[in-house]
């Protein structure tokens, strides 16, 4: 069994590199049966369950409803026919993420 060992600090990244890093920004959603996808600019899908809206307060979020979106600067969705805002951080965290 291998373990891990400490990487000394001549081997790690040079804090230069680690500030170019960004946190993920939505591009796109797509509602699918039971879902809501959340598309982000490094590649990733990450989706959560529609029933969720109902446990956060927002008890007529319907796939109609949800298909009508803006995208705020990246790290929010807004739905006009709900008047509700859903942070990136509910498709990063899930359920225990604060509201907004």
Known sequence: MKHLQEVSPSKR???????????????????????????L???????IPLDWFAKWGVENATADKLKNYEIWRGKNI??????????????LNGFA???E
């Open 78 to 91: 807004y739905f006009p026919d709900l008047d509700e805002v859903l942070g990136i951080e509910k498709f």
């Open 13 to 39: 990244p040079p804090k230069a590199i680690a500030k170019k890093l960004t946190p993920p920004q939505i591009l796109a959603c797509e509602v699918q049966a039971q879902k809501l996808i959340a598309k």
């Open 97 to 99: 993420a604060p509201c």
């Open 41 to 47: 600019n490094d590649g990733r899908e990450l989706s």
